[in-house]
Each structure stands twice: as C-alpha cells, then as structure tokens.
C-alpha cells in the first residue's frame, strides 16, 4: 500500500481506541489528546508573515508562547495547534529552513520478520518525491520483544537516532543497559540518519540522500558563512523521522504481513546532537506519542537567549557558537547578542511536543550544554503544560556527577514512569518529575513574569552567581552620586546616527579585605536602541579583558572614583542607527580563584551553581 492518505484513513478504523482527534469537544472527563493521527493536524492554518531582521523587535525575557504574532493572546487549548502551527513557521523561517510535510511524496514499505528463533527484522522505507521522481530509501533493524514473555503484540516502539547500525539486540540509545526498556514489552526501530543527511561532511562515503529528493536546498558548511545554506539538518533528519513513522503506520497495518508494532505508541530518542534531532521530530510529528531528549544542550533545549545573557559567547553552545549544517545561514544574524531579536526561542520548541508527552534531561557538569538555560526553559515549558492542566506530561531532569550521555541510576525510576504511562498506558504512575541540581534562589522566573503583559521587560535584576554579573539598567533609573542629578537620570537617553557612544563601569569591595585582583572577562555594555521607524537593534559596546589590583582594606570606587572620568570609560563602539534606547544592560564574568592558591582561575560563569572561588 502506497497511499498515505487512504492508509490514516484506514488506521482510524483500525484502532479508534488510542487515536485522538484534535477537534475532540471538551467535556468534564475531557483531557487533551495523548496523541494523534497525523504528521501535523494544523497544516492547514495559513503561515505569519515574517518582517526583515531591523524590524523585529527586542525581546530580552523569554517570548510569551500563548502571544500570537499579531498581538493577540490566548491561553485556551482549542487555540494552541495554530499558535503551535505559528512557532513551527518561526523556527523554520530562523532557524531550520522549510521542512518538507511529505505531501509531495510516496512512501513504499517492505517488513522483513526476524527469523525463527530471532528477534531481529528489517523495514525497508522507499521515499519518492513525486515532482522529481527521486527516490530514496531508509533501511531500519526492528528488535521484536519475545513473543513467548510478552505475547504477539502489537508492541510500543522506541526510535532512536543511529550512526553506524548496532548490533543483533535491541537498541535503546543511551538508555541501554539501564533496565528501563530491557524489563518491558517495547520494540525498536532504528533511525539511521546517514541514510538522509550526513551527519560528518567530510567522512565519506556518500552523499546526502536528501538533497537529491530536495535539489533546491543545499546544507552550509560547518563553520564557514562564505558557504550560506538555505536549509539545516535538523530539518532533513526530522523529515527522515516522519517518513520512516509513515512507512512503520503501512507495514503495521499490512493485511498479509503486519510488523507487530502499534503506531499510536511511538517514541524517538537520542543524546546530544541525536537529542537535538530527537526533540525537532517530536515537535514537528505529532504521531510521536513520547519524546526523549538526552542532553541535547544548546540548540536543543536550551534557550538560546538564555544562554547568551546568563553564560555568553566563550562558554556555552550558543547561536554565535554552533553547527551551521545543522542550522541554516538564516540563524547567523541571530549570532551575540542579537539573539534577542529571534521571535521565538527554545522553550517553545519544547512547547510545541503539547499536548504529547516530554522528558528532558540536561548535565550541569557539561559546560557546552548549557544547562542553566536549560532549566529556565524547561520551567517555562512547565508553565505550558501546567496551563493546559497537563503537568504530569512534561518533566525535566538536570543533573551533575557523570559523563556526557551517561545515564545515572538517579534518572531511572523518574523516566521509567514516563514510558510505562506513556507507551504502556498504566495510568497511575507518577510522572510530575522537576529533577535539578539549582537552589531555591535561582530566579527563573524573571524570564517569564512578563507574560501576558504588554511590555516584555525583566522585572528584576539578576546575578546568577558564579561570579557572572547581569545587571538591567533601567532607561529611566534615578541616582543621586555626585556629577549626576534626579533630572538627568529621569532622562531617556537618545543616541544619535554615527555616533561613537563611550561606555564603563567602576568597581568596589566592601568591607575589610586583603590585597586582592579582580579579573573582569568577556564584559560588555548592550544598548537596546529602537529608531522611529521601527528598526531597532542592540549596540554591544565591549570591554578588554582587565586585571584591577585593590590595595589591602581599599573600599572605594575603582579605578575612578568620578564615574564620568576618563578610567571609568573603558569602551566605545558608533552607533549603526539612532533611536532612543529602550533597554541598557551590563554583563561581564569573573574570575574564580582556587582555595588553594594553585594557579590561575577559570572563568566562573559556567557549570555548578557553586564554585569554589570568591
């Protein structure tokens, strides 16, 4: 059977019982769907219209996902599948280019059983683009569960992402050997990515399969911005997902030689870069009843924004610092502190997997991933949730002490619930899992408070600590210091075309301390500016690297005590285009020394919300 169409059609015939139809009328037993029947059942809400990079506007917190583009806001669940259809179009747009639906496509399926005595089958999906009539195929190893222990089936599966193929036993990612899929009824169908896109450019052999279906994309190289690509990888590796759940929906319903795999039970994971492609096909298919992202840090569930204020440039997985085969050219105007102009961020590709259920997992110990921003996000996510009275289908979990993509006994239990109510429907398992390793002080509310505002402003300071500083200037903040009145500082500030704006700082330790350096790293001052005529971008005035020397007890103002002076100016930088500036924030990040006085410190920004350095 070839015809997608009339195969969806015939599954809701088929198995009724664990299908949700998006328009289901609400009722008092009424919960949102666990699932659903196609690939998107909002492709047919019309796509926003997108303005040039000057005009959009500055969004320093994280975006408010219940905010439509046009303004309007609407927290019901009846309107979150063309809002989510909205943050879909975003992401394509900025981040990932247009990922093809498949609706330009036939899809052919051949199941091969395992042989008598064995476990391991094959599915073999053919993927031809009718424009074109190019073709290409996904071969995948099927690991049956024992049909002797757990009966015939059909079985739940676990898709998860594959280099280089496996072995003859069942292949659960990350999380083999941990028990939580071993004990249990649930098959796997490997993702080979290669078949689609190369995951390495330069490690042959083989083209991307992908652009020969799709020759009017092409992916850009790694690092290098002269190569622009107008599509990413995530796009094409999502795609592959989709195309091998379609070929899993025809060979599970074949009359004559059906997989034993139900469709409405499907899971993906992976870790890493495979828990960033994991969590782009849970968003992007809503046939995907449980998504597993493993520490897929940056450019996963990571808020990008997040990461650039709170860990920055040099630390962190960030749009400045990330693959650019993976994402497309479209991303790098998003790069430093421009990043607060990308409509839409992280938390809202989470967002997106609602109603279905998510568990994330991030790795503090892991600097590249991120995983403050990942947390904050994950919080934001939770709101999400929470507001469709669906709390206990989201969870996240970061922790610290192990390797990348090494799953602790720690994280066993929490996710062994998420796949027995999810995939095996046992209904009374806890699954409310808000896992960290972050104190209570740790204000990630102050990247969502605003919601449901007007104004998309932070409501507090922040210093996340580690010796990282963020401090808001308020564009209307009194001070009464000396060469500075009430008047002046009830100002907004305007800058002018052209203009070199000069900026600094001062520093001062408080109290009785010894003769101590303070070393003051990556620091900036960033101007929201916002001209007439709706352009608006952010002025990032830097500052050099710079050790300061504070005599034994010296309790004053350094290295000025005149905060207009000379010393205290430290850095400049012209202004591409006037406008008043809406928004002034300084950031910098310290240096942590060791107790034991051995050698330099690192910077202190990044990792454990503890630190051993003052």
Known sequence: MKNKCSLLLLLLVLVPWSVASANTPASPAWSPPLVYDSENTGADFPAPVFVDFDYLPIVRPLPDPFQFFDGSRDTSFASWEERRNEIKASIENYEIGPRPDGSDCTIAATYTPPAPGTQNGTISVTVTRISNGQSLTLTSKVWIPDSTVWGEGPYPALIPMVWFGGGPNANYGSYGGSGIFETRPIATIDFMHDQVAKYLDFFPPGPHHFLRLYPEYNFGAQYDASQPGTIGKFAAWSWGISRLIDGIVIAANDPVNPMPIDPTHLAVTGCSYAGKIALFSGAFDERIALTLPVESGGGGIAAWRVSQEIQGNREVESATRTDYSWFMQNLRPFSGNNIYKLPHDHHELMAMVAPRALLVTGNASQLWLSSKAAYVASRATQQVYETFGIGDRFGFIIDTGHGHCAIPASQYDPVAAFVDKFLLGIEEVDTVVRDHVYPDNFD???????????????????????????????????????????????????????????????????????????????????????????????????????????????????????????????????????????????????????????????????????????
């Open 444 to 614: 990630y509310r102050r990247w969502t408070d605003w919601w449901g505002s007007e104004q998309p402003k932070f409501r507090r300071d922040y210093n996340p600590g580690n010796g990282k500083v963020v401090i808001s200037i308020d564009d209307d903040w009194r001070h009464d210091g000396p060469g500075r009145s009430d008047e002046r500082g009830h100002q907004r500030l305007n800058v002018d075309d052209g203009a070199t704006v000069l900026a600094g700082y001062s520093l001062k330790l408080r109290g009785m301390h010894p003769e101590t350096i303070v070393s003051l790293v990556g620091g900036s001052l960033q101007l929201d500016i916002a001209n007439h005529d709706g352009r608006s971008y952010t002025l990032t005035i830097p500052f050099e690297d710079t050790d300061f020397q504070f005599p034994s007890g010296y309790d004053q103002w350094f290295p000025s005590l005149n905060e207009d002076g000379v010393l205290a100016l430290q850095g400049n930088a012209v202004a591409g285009f006037g406008g008043k500036v809406t928004g002034a924030y300084f950031s910098a990040i310290g240096l942590g020394q060791p107790p034991d006085g051995s050698g330099a410190g690192q910077p202190a920004g990044p990792g454990l919300f503890t630190d051993s350095g003052d």
